[in-house]
């Protein structure tokens, strides 16, 4: 798809000349299509049409992937202690400037038997998806660079910022050996406070193999975590780091 999607972007003003000696309105279409076929994938989390995006794993016992955004953040030892508390393990997409500033919490993530994967160098939220693709690179290869210094390893996962990406994206994860990685339930924790809430809305989607997407270094944060791994302990579900073959694709 991806590959059709590049060729038909490259040929539609070609085609659209050719169809404008017939008729302009099928030629505002086919310019229109060729954009729509880029943009869609681009804004829509999760969309596969330009390259994998991991939103489940292979499983067959009640097990969910909790994968934690945007730190480190000044309530990252009190989110480590919590899921200490719960027997929890996670996967945290940090930042690499945030984790420049506080690379002793990147110890401690994974000193506790946590992982950490690659959000972004300084995680531009709002234009991350229309960055070119040198700026993308710069993104992606800066954070990677920064946690390796940390680590003594570079990471193998990626989150793009709000879950966005572009073109560019898949050629720098595949020369970085980074594996994109998406989810299944998410609750728009950054959205509300209320612990209640987010329960509300994660709660229906879990299933075996469920990738969890929520955030640290919010007000409510700690909170809205401990609710969601109460429920889901409640309904059977334990919390573990899948190994990357086991990751896929589709449910």
Not at 3 to 15: K, N, S
Not at 38 to 54: H, I, K
Not at 110 to 139: E, K, M
Not at 163 to 168: I, Q, S, Y
Request: charged content about 20%.
């Amino acid at each position: 798809m991806r590959r059709f999607i590049l060729v038909f972007l490259i040929v539609a003003p070609v085609l659209a000349l050719i169809l404008l000696k017939w008729s302009a309105l099928a030629a505002i279409g086919v310019i229109a299509l060729s954009h729509a076929l880029v943009v869609y994938p681009t804004l829509r989390p999760n969309v596969q049409w330009l390259g994998p995006v991991m939103t489940h794993f292979s499983t067959d016992r009640k097990e969910l992937w909790l994968t934690i955004d945007d730190g480190p953040t000044e309530d990252t030892p009190a989110v480590l202690d919590l899921f200490h508390k719960f027997g929890v393990k996670a996967t945290f997409f940090v930042k690499g400037k945030l984790a420049e500033e506080r690379p002793e919490m990147i110890h401690a993530m994974l000193d506790r038997g946590h992982t950490v994967g690659n959000h972004s160098y300084s995680h531009p939220s709002a234009t991350f998806w229309c960055l070119p693709p040198a700026r993308i690179a710069q993104q992606i290869e800066s954070c990677n660079d920064t946690l390796a210094k940390i680590m003594g390893e570079e990471p193998i996962l990626f989150r793009a910022p709000v879950g966005t990406k572009n073109p560019a994206v898949h050629p720098v994860l595949s020369r970085r050996g980074l594996t994109l990685v998406g989810w299944s339930a998410r609750a728009f924790d950054t959205k509300t406070n209320d612990p209640e809430v987010v329960v509300k809305r994660i709660m229906p989607d879990l299933a075996p193999g469920v990738i969890v997407l929520l955030h640290q270094g919010r007000r409510a944060s700690l909170q809205m975590l401990a609710r969601v791994i109460e429920e889901a302990h409640i309904a059977g579900y334990r919390f573990v780091i899948p190994a990357v073959d086991r990751l896929k694709t589709n449910k």
